[in-house]
């Protein structure tokens, strides 16, 4: 692994050194698992005090982090999580497996698909018909891509990814393993005999470009008109999106979350884990739901809501408050309804 000096690590990320700038850092960790010769990073002040007792030798902090100890070397900058990240890649730069163009002959292409410069085809991977990859794509192990669909420049799809029919996929995506894109929306009408009739799905998916799909997330193709994911958009394993759902772009999409058929979600927001949301609803650009929250109604853009059904988040904070005195608040009542009981006994008289 190699070391740098502070000043060093401070020039490359744009940081300014506090302490020694000669000092040698060789690694990166926790404030609690860092040894001597490590940068560290605290990005949340109520963790100050662990300043005093980490052996890092380096600390990346905020430019208004307050009191911090004396003696220690620091690395001030803007944004503390972010930088570390930046650090963590110089001391572990990415070591991305190289794929040598080709089709493995265990591969099945069909003819009419189109394929442009420097495609590897891995084994058992599939292309139907009239299928276009374009330069630069890697189809991994297993991978599949359905007839009409279409794959931009610089995409990966890692083992057991799944593109059925008229997908199109955009410019540099990560698809992970497991992923199933462009599956039947879920859609059924019941007729007078009680039986569920399937609604034909129709249309595609349309995905923009730097998206993310996690392992195991499925996003359903358009009953009439497309699915859409917009750019920049990251999802998280294991996330059900809906027919005809439409995402803005660099939105954020947490694990296990659902979002029912036709809603629209805007750009930059934030779906935490477990979050499941209802159908034909608006969600603004900006808003943010928190984790396991049930949203039945629209969210205002810039809005925070949890809690079910979903609130303002402050809101929802004091009524799940309110729950933790439930008992005593239920004592108090017993207590007053054998009081009354009582003084009503002596009234009667």
């Not at 490359?12 to 960790?29: F, H, M, Q, T």
């Not at 605290?42 to 300043?51: D, V």
């Not at 208004?64 to 650090?87: C, D, I, Q």
Request: positive net charge; contains cysteine.
């Amino acid at each position: 692994m190699p070391k740098y000096s502070l000043d060093e690590i401070s020039k490359k990320i744009s940081g300014r050194v506090r302490g020694d700038p000669n000092v040698l850092i060789s690694g990166v960790a926790g404030l609690e698992e860092a040894r001597e010769g490590d940068i560290s990073f605290l990005a949340n002040p109520k963790y100050l005090s662990r300043l005093y007792t980490t052996k890092a030798t380096a600390i990346i902090i905020g430019q208004k982090n307050g009191a911090v100890p004396e003696e220690k070397n620091y690395l001030v900058v803007e944004n503390p999580y972010m930088t570390f990240l930046r650090v963590v890649e110089l001391f572990h730069p990415a070591a991305e497996r190289t794929f040598t163009p080709g089709m493995h002959p265990m591969s099945v292409v069909d003819p009419s698909a189109e394929i442009g410069k420097r495609v590897y085809i891995g084994p058992f991977a599939v292309v139907e018909a009239n299928a276009r990859i374009a330069d630069d794509v890697i189809l991994q192990a297993r991978s599949y891509v359905g007839a009409s669909s279409s794959i931009g420049q610089g995409t990966r799809l890692m083992p057991g990814v799944i593109v059925l029919d008229n997908v199109a996929i955009g410019k540099r995506c990560l698809l992970q393993s497991g992923c199933v894109l462009g599956s039947d929306g879920f859609g059924f009408v019941c007729d007078k005999k009680g039986q569920q009739l399937k609604i034909p799905q129709v249309s595609g998916l349309a995905i923009g470009d730097d998206v993310e799909v996690g392992a195991n997330t499925t996003i359903d193709r358009g009953t009439l008109a497309p699915t859409r994911i917009g750019n920049g958009v990251k999802f998280d394993n294991l996330v059900h999106i809906a027919h005809n759902v439409e995402i803005g772009n660099n939105t954020l999409v947490v694990a296990q979350v659902g979002v029912s058929g036709s809603t629209k979600i805007g750009s930059s927001v934030i779906l935490a884990g477990q979050s499941g949301l209802g159908g034909h609803l608006t969600i603004g650009d900006g808003a943010k739901i928190g984790a396991q929250a049930g949203v039945t109604k629209s969210v205002p853009a810039g809005r925070e809501v949890s809690g079910y059904p979903a609130r303002p988040h402050a809101e929802a904070l004091r009524a799940q408050a309110s729950l933790t005195r439930l008992p005593q608040l239920l004592w108090q009542l017993k207590d007053l309804v054998c009081r009354m009981a009582r003084l009503e006994k002596k009234i009667n008289k």
